[in-house]
Nanobody
Framework: QVQLVESGGGLVQPGGSLRLSCATSGSIFSHYAMAWYRQAPGKQRELVAGIRSGGSTNYPDSVKGRFTISRDNVKNTVYLQMNSLKPEDTAVYYC?????????WGQGTQVTVSS
């Protein structure tokens, strides 16, 4: 069974940057489109970035131009580079497969943007 372990979150000032990592177990990683999601308190989980197995990416307008998703199919890891962070980016960030999350959710990693 695929396991997802997110890391790299923390407290950062507005305008700062963070790089999140999602390590996965299982050799099937390279076959899946993967994505990062986030959930803020009192809100539904939302997609923030997706990347297909071939490398094409998609982002919602709220993060486009600020966030970059990438993947390393050798290390079975997906990354999220977040720049120009805003207070509204504060949330717990998770990774999972794209389109329809198919794997058990990991613990997520907390990102707090505050001065």
């Amino acid at each position: 069974q695929v396991q997802l372990v997110e890391s790299g979150g923390g407290l950062v000032q507005p305008g700062g940057s963070l790089r999140l990592s999602c390590a996965t177990s299982g050799s099937i990683f390279s076959h899946y489109a993967m994505a990062w999601y986030r959930q803020a308190p009192g809100k539904q989980r939302e997609l923030v970035a997706g990347i297909r197995s071939g490398g094409s990416t998609n982002y919602p307008d709220s993060v486009k131009g600020r966030f970059t998703i990438s993947r390393d199919n050798v290390k079975n890891t997906v990354y999220l580079q977040m720049n120009s962070l805003k207070p509204e980016d504060t949330a717990v960030y998770y990774c999972n497969s794209h389109f329809v999350p198919q794997f058990p959710w990991g613990q997520g990693t907390q990102v707090t943007v505050s001065s």
